[in-house]
């Protein structure tokens, strides 16, 4: 008779590297940056638990070293392509400025005459 643990573990396998397969056609393919930065966050957890399944299926805890530097490396790496991408959108700069009270350069605020009445 198979034995149970045997069988999840060639499914989580075969799962897992669907998983990885799909990240890896992400990150050539692109089309941004944001999604390449995404894609690569997913190989991160696809390999973080691809050790913890080879963890549970040999019964040790030889590598959570590495699981948890993967994840601090995932988490960082995200951190910093997300403040990259919001420092570079063009109307980063107004929405600084829209937040100061009295000032009319709010986008959309524009004196046009509203929908259905005339002033």
Known sequence: MIDPMTVAAYGGGAMLFVGAVAALHR??????????????????????????LEMAVHRHTHDIVLVVLAATVGFVGS????????????????????????????????????EGGDR
Do not use: K, N, Q
Request: proline share 8%; hydrophobic share 45%; aromatic share 2%.
């Open 27 to 52: 990150i050539v393919r692109g089309p941004s940056l944001l999604d390449r930065a995404i894609a690569i966050d997913v190989l991160l957890v696809v390999l973080s638990s691809a050790l913890v």
């Open 79 to 114: 951190v910093t392509v997300a403040r990259f991408v919001e420092d570079r959108r063009p109307e980063h700069m107004r929405e600084e400025i829209s937040l100061v009270p009295g000032t009319t350069d709010i986008p959309g605020s524009e004196d046009a005459p509203a």
